[in-house]
């Protein structure tokens, strides 16, 4: 058995524990400690992409108990794909908040890698109540980590942000009971092969189920009726902290691929139809709210936040489709979303210290420093998270447009996608034009933080690479979506016994 | 013992319900833990209701299923971690914002 598979949830966990026993140690070896451990999760990211890249599922037991009475890891390659996204992301947010954030309260750091470790946790387990568990983990260190910094605006957006999940989390419970009290098990592939089989009467009941877990995943993912908590909280929240927050709702999407790709998604009448039923129109109206939400915000953190959502309806538009182009298209969205959402959580932060009144606020018109460089920065940022050329926004709305033309109901996505790009474009460049075309040049500029601004740059670069190895991308992409919609495999995987005597019975 | 259960369930959860969507702090966290109650409870029962039946096979004729009770188990854990939480951030927010309600002020301070 390949231990490796359980380091990039025990590295940071250890690692976080760590850094609260050297608390009173130098705020240097707090940094250190979380830099090297978030490196070596970019390392593991790698090595995941490559390992599951062969289309092999990756499985760890733990304590050696086979699948489904012990605990297990699964890596597939949409793991891997997150995996590798998280520990990118994290490095960059670590990288940012090294600026000064860290320091504004205690522990970042600590919360920071627990963090790290829920995510990574709810991207590898393969068992439902194990997912609860990592999602407790994400949440908590979550929790503390929007708080980090304090202040009045945070603690309203806490309070909202942390009731409304702990009412998901008895959902969350809610459904386990139901399907284990149907079916006797929590493991994701045996629950696969029992679901398929239950007897008719049971459909509702497990229907039920399914649709609280789509609750549940929705106030993770920011469906419509679910979302009204994000705005406040990723505007509330410090700028790295809202930037790694942009992979908290795709770990809800992650859940909704894997539940009901995998769980509901056998037997003659399968029960994710149901609710791809419900995501798809809730989905074009997130995405659609997302456009208005863009357009009405008072500040860039508010806009981003609004960017988040529109993402969120992106990509459940797509992934409602359920064909392999649908869903490759939208992992690349997924991908190219989740990095420029990021970027432009750091650069509300980035601009609004340079201006002179109204940090990130709209409503402020003073004058901004070093305008030349900074509004080069904003458009070219601007350009990627609208979907322009030479992007990888644009290759992945490209493709999510060629996707859905061949469906009928795709015509609505064209639109409603369309629309509110063009809002985006809009918003972006008012906010533009207002910031760094109309002032005048600021008498006095703020000294320019070069480390935080080549990140940003970095993170944009990074996104224009995505665009220019599309090719590659989009091949290991169509492979996952591939295999996500055969989950035949991922079971075999996890259960060779109970799949082999099933092939043996059916001659 | 089933109809006994259920009834108790559906009160706790009805409890439980109508408090979380009260507007003050205090009330929200006390439906919250009478939700996650009722949740346990629930949780518990996934397992079938047996009685003087131990979770461990060959002490008894029947035995129950232990794997409900590990769930509960870990459920009041992190339900009791995440209470003991909400409650300090309540606390908190009803500190730096000088009033407990949960939007962070109260609507009809501008009308007393």
């Not at chain 1, 949409?78 to 600026?99: E, F, K, N, Q, R």
């Not at chain 1, 998901?168 to 809610?174: K, Q, R, V």
């Not at chain 2, 060959?58 to 232990?66: K, V, W, Y």
Request: one cysteine or more; a neutral charge.
């Amino acid at each position: 058995m390949n231990h490796a598979l359980i380091l990039p949830i025990l590295l940071p966990l250890l690692t976080g524990a760590g850094q609260l026993l050297c608390y009173r140690a130098p705020f240097a070896v707090q940094r250190l400690l979380g830099f090297a451990s978030t490196g070596w999760l970019v390392l593991l990211g790698i090595w995941a992409l490559a390992t599951a890249g062969s289309g092999d599922y990756l499985l760890y037991q733990a304590g050696n108990w086979p699948a489904p009475f012990g605990i297990v890891l699964v890596l597939d390659r949409l793991a891997a794909i997150m995996l590798a996204l998280t520990a990118v992301l994290g490095l960059c947010c670590l990288v940012y908040a090294s600026g000064g954030t860290d320091q504004r309260g205690a522990h970042f750091h600590a919360l920071f890698q627990f963090q790290l470790a829920g995510l990574n946790g709810a991207f590898l387990t393969g068992d439902l109540f194990n997912l609860f568990v990592f999602f407790e983990i994400l949440l908590i260190a979550s929790y503390a980590l929007l708080l980090h910094g304090g202040g009045r605006a945070r603690s309203r957006a806490g309070l909202h942000y942390v009731i409304i999940n702990l009412a998901g989390s008895a959902l969350f419970l809610i459904a386990l009971g139901t399907l284990y009290g149907l079916t006797g098990t929590l493991n994701m592939a045996d629950l696969a092969l029992r679901v398929a089989e239950a007897p008719p009467e049971d459909a509702p009941l497990l229907a039920a189920a399914s649709l609280i877990l789509l609750v549940v995943f929705g106030i993770k993912a920011a469906i419509l009726p679910l979302l009204f908590w994000l705005p406040r909280a990723y505007s509330a929240a410090s700028a790295p902290v809202a930037a790694l927050f942009a992979i908290m709702t795709k770990v809800g999407i992650y859940a909704i691929l894997r539940v009901f790709l995998l769980v509901f998604a056998l037997g003659e009448e399968p029960i994710n139809a149901t609710a791809w039923a419900w995501l798809w129109p809730l989905a074009l109206l997130t995405l659609a709210l997302g456009g208005v939400g863009v357009l009405g915000s008072d500040s860039l953190r508010t806009l981003s936040a609004y960017l988040v959502i529109l993402s969120v309806g992106t990509l459940l538009a797509t992934i409602s489709l359920v064909t392999p182009a649908a869903l490759g298209a939208a992992l690349f969205y997924l991908i190219h979303s989740t990095g420029m959402a990021a970027v432009f959580f750091l650069l509300a932060d980035l601009l609004g210290q340079q201006r002179e009144e109204g940090y990130d606020r709209f409503s402020a018109t003073g004058p901004i420093g070093h305008r030349r460089v900074l509004g080069t920065l904003f458009f070219i940022a601007g350009i990627a998270m609208a979907g322009l050329p030479p992007f990888g926004g644009f290759v992945s709305k490209a493709w999510i447009l060629q996707a859905s033309a061949s469906e009928p109901r795709g015509l609505w996505l064209w639109g409603v996608l369309l629309a509110s790009a063009l809002l985006v474009i809009i918003a972006i460049s008012r906010t533009g034009s207002s910031w760094f075309w109309r002032p005048a040049e600021m008498a006095s500029p703020y000294p320019l933080r070069r480390g935080l601004l080549t990140l940003v740059c970095g993170m944009v670069g990074l996104n224009a690479l995505l665009a220019a190895f599309g090719n590659p991308v989009m091949g290991y992409l169509e492979l996952t979506a591939e295999q996500l919609l055969a989950p035949h495999g991922y079971i075999a995987a996890v259960l060779p016994d109970v799949l082999a005597s099933a092939t043996e019975i059916t001659p | 013992m089933e109809l006994l259960y259920a009834i108790t369930l559906g009160v706790l959860t009805t409890c439980g319900v109508y408090l979380l969507l009260r507007a003050r702090t205090f009330t929200v966290i006390l439906g919250l833990t009478l939700l996650s109650h009722a949740v346990n409870l629930y949780l518990f029962a996934s397992g079938r209701l047996v009685a003087g039946a131990p979770a461990i096979i060959g002490l008894a004729e029947r035995s129950a299923d232990p794997l409900p009770q590990a769930l509960v188990l870990t459920a009041i854990v992190i339900g009791f971690a995440m209470t003991a939480f909400v409650v300090v951030l309540a606390l908190k927010a009803a500190v730096e914002l000088r009033n407990d309600h949960v939007d962070g002020e109260n609507p009809d301070e501008d009308r007393a």
